[in-house]
């Protein structure tokens, strides 16, 4: 790079080095968080997170900004300096959209919402946390607001926005709208099948220490860069770190053994994704995921496209007959049965592949009209139970606890993250479909298990492009074509036979 | 604390707070570079580490601080309050003595000097190294002048006030003189009388995780509290974290079990005083451990005071019988000879508590010299050989590697500290011996495993204090005196025996 001529530039790419470098910080904090600190700490800590993040804001609302940015516009820039100039800008005019003393008190009422929320949801206390919830949406909608006046956006896609840029309401409602007229009555075939077929239940226990060796031994052979990265446990299953170390998070129970198996792969979809982002361009904007469907598009990849195809069971059960002992459950095709059971359920992140896009429909559905000001609070439950009544046919009346309360995204005030999950299911069966053409034999070589090849066409069109184009055209150059929701509904008839 | 009426404290206090949060980051950050990053994250790490370090050194500088120092002082302050300025002036005028660009190129050269010893070590390469050390012992000396101005001291002051305020050279060069007549001569006694010893030796393998388990028991049993704290696995053991979570580490080999466990308790003793400092003040240099020496008063206290009294083996003996089976040589009096086995030895960090004071001497005399620009690197090993030869009757001639070769703190560009080592064992006996008349039976209470007493005495006069006090006036109200060598030298002689 010539930054001697750029000026303007220079000055914005060393600000976001230093950023990128107290970014790590926080990760590496906000992990250990989560899976060594002491319960102790955990005042001291937040503490310490919140005084950088503060600085952080500081520094990112940096008053001289406007001016640098106009500045570098003029500069010679070539691709990928221009392109991480478009995500600096996009970042700072978020930045900038949201008075400091709304972020400020979003962050302290969420946290006292979420921090409310954990004793609340298993006392089932929908009043006390409806309570709370209110105070959250209605800083919401003002920063929802806000951010939708500077970026020429309604409220809610505003929110979307930052986690899906380019991604809009009505694009996301057409998709889940054509989903809501097949999935329901395909769930209610492939029940009905799947209740005449024979499978055999796994029989526990299943010791700790020999899962995290078949997680580990998976992982490894999965790609994952043991020399950038680990695999620890965490209450919560997260990808953290950053992308020189990047730390992968697992939880164990020992009466079952596929359910942090497959948690694990998908954490490594997210980790191999981190770890092969543009390595020159690390530290800058450009050389971020993409988005936060694309992020999840490779981690449901690794677990629906990978670990759920029918020639992959076959790698997965000498590891487990070796660290485990023989038993016939473990036979190739009996586990990919195990893996592709469909069972209409209360509990999203419990939830099957084919049944987990409708917790995501229902859950767009109510933050959407939450945002847009079509309904409030005191809504929800009904809309709710509606929604689960005509997806998966469940009653979820009075159980807030496994309804409404079950998820940490709205006390923690993220709204417009949902869609992501199925966004990315989505992008994960094009990219399957797109690898088929240049990879002909890919469901070959995942029966040899040869990934290499998987790998590759990975690394080339999603990995190392980082945030160098727009999402659709990422997509475009990946797979010939823009979100096409027919290739993930293709997958799902062919896997679970319309 | 009434802070309204003294804005210019009052700014100061807040901006301690500040330093405090972003320094939990950095312990955290630099505790998992040592015991749980993988190797490909080290760049990413010490970029960011050095990141946040500038970021602090800029508020640390901020030129407004001469004038509200000067405000402060003008307030009316509590007593805590009072000692709590003087902490804040006295880094200042450290911070503001030395000018950036001198630190910013110490650091870089004293990185480079440390990364490059870390091979040239094990090559014996003391012509690499001593070029090295040239360039880090220039910028040091240039460190140390500023220093000296500003502070009205000797260079080579300069720098041990900066571990040990108040400390004087000549006043080591006082306490060690008189240790180097009578402790060759008591070496060479107890070696003559522990030849004609029979001790049985410890028959390994000792499994690590039985060893892991006996380390936390005894940490446990220690009082060091868990819930704001852990134990883990480092190459060179260190406690670290802060003191709302403290994070011992230690280091297991198979073939021994006395070392770790040891090594665990030593680091206990820092712990537990980090654990203890005053609460109520946490976050400001008032609660700050008093100085190092006062530090490793408290791990040596653990370690020589406690771990190695006559009383103690009878407690360690059962917890080694239950996780390695009986063996003749956990006998608890066999126990005791092990722990006090006298051996003159080239490194510093294996050594018995008799003969590691010579270390530390030389290393004094040594580095003393070279600050004040009486001695030039090309004349370390001469002076080196010669002090092994009268304090230890050791030849070290040639063998750079265990000799000049064998600290990383010269390296580190670390000159001043290691008369703290041998500070805080005279310290750590001056302790016990005020302990008795406080607690006549201490002896007692320590065979019979009942150390609330000990821990007390522990918290009320040292732990609690923080940096309340000056080292002398808290060693006069803790004990009676200022520093007195004359307890370490009859602890020494009744344990080894005269």
């Known amino acids: 790079m010539k930054n001697q001529h750029t000026p303007a530039y220079a000055w914005l790419h060393r600000q976001q080095e230093r950023l990128h470098r107290l970014d790590h910080l926080q990760s590496i ?20 997170l919140a005084e950088l993040a503060t600085l952080m804001h500081r520094d990112r609302a940096d008053p001289s900004l406007a001016q640098r940015l106009a500045a570098a516009r003029q500069e010679p820039l070539n691709d990928w300096q221009a392109a991480n100039l478009r995500e600096i800008e996009r970042a700072w005019q978020r930045t900038q959209a949201v008075p400091e003393a709304l972020v400020e008190r979003r962050t302290v009422v969420t ?29 919401v909608r003002q920063e929802a607001h806000h951010l939708g006046d500077a970026l020429g956006l309604s409220p809610y896609d505003a929110l979307l926005d930052h986690y899906e840029p380019g991604m809009r309401s009505v694009d996301v409602a057409r998709l889940f709208g054509n989903l809501r007229q097949w999935l329901p009555a395909l769930i209610r075939q492939v029940q009905a099948r799947q209740a005449r077929e024979d499978v055999l239940p796994l029989v526990g226990p299943f010791p700790l220490p020999a899962q995290r060796s078949v997680c580990e031994q998976m992982v490894r052979w999965l790609g994952f860069d043991f020399a950038h990265g680990r695999l620890d446990v965490s209450t919560h299953p997260f990808t953290g770190g950053v ?6 998070t697992t939880r164990f129970r020992d009466d079952e053994c596929l359910q942090a198996l497959l948690g694990t792969i998908h954490e490594t979809g997210h980790g191999r994704y981190e770890q092969n982002l543009p390595r020159e361009w690390l530290g800058q904007p450009v050389a971020l995921a993409r988005s936060m469907a694309i992020h999840e598009s490779q981690s449901l990849f690794f677990e629906m496209q990978l670990a759920a195809h029918p020639g992959f069971a076959r790698h997965l059960s000498p590891l487990l007959v070796q660290a485990f002992g023989d038993q016939a459950a473990f036979e190739p095709d009996n586990l990919h049965k195990l893996m592709t059971r469909v069972a209409p359920g209360l509990i999203r992140v419990e939830a099957d592949e084919l049944t987990y896009p409708a917790h995501i429909v229902l859950r767009f ?76 034999d890919v469901d070959a070589q995942i029966h040899a298990g040869e990934l290499n090849g998987v790998f590759g066409w990975l690394r080339e069109h999603i990995w190392q ?32 036979g319309g």
């Open 111 to 139: 946290s006292q919402c979420e921090h409310a929320w954990r004793s609340q949801r298993p006392r089932n206390d929908w009043a006390g946390f409806a309570a709370n919830l209110r105070e959250v949406l209605a800083l």
């Open 465 to 496: 492009a980082g945030s160098r184009w727009p999402t659709d055209e990422l997509a475009q150059r990946a797979s010939g074509e823009t979100l096409n929701p027919a290739h993930y509904r293709a997958h799902l008839e062919r896997r679970y």
């Open 29 to 48: 904090a906000a992990w250990d968080q989560a899976t060594h600190m002491p319960p102790g700490g955990n005042d001291a800590r937040s503490a310490a």
């Open 365 to 440: 559905e109510i933050e959407r009209a939450l945002i847009e000001g079509e309904a409030e609070v005191d809504d929800i439950p009904a809309l709710w139970d509606a929604a689960m009544h005509d997806l998966l046919g469940l009653d979820t009346r009075s159980n807030y606890r496994d309804g409404p309360m079950q998820d940490v995204h709205w006390p923690a005030g993220l709204f417009g993250y949902f869609p992501c999950y199925s966004l990315g299911a989505m992008y994960a069966a094009q990219w399957m479909a797109a690898m088929h053409h240049t990879l002909p």
């Open 243 to 248: 992308p020189e170390d990047v730390r992968l």
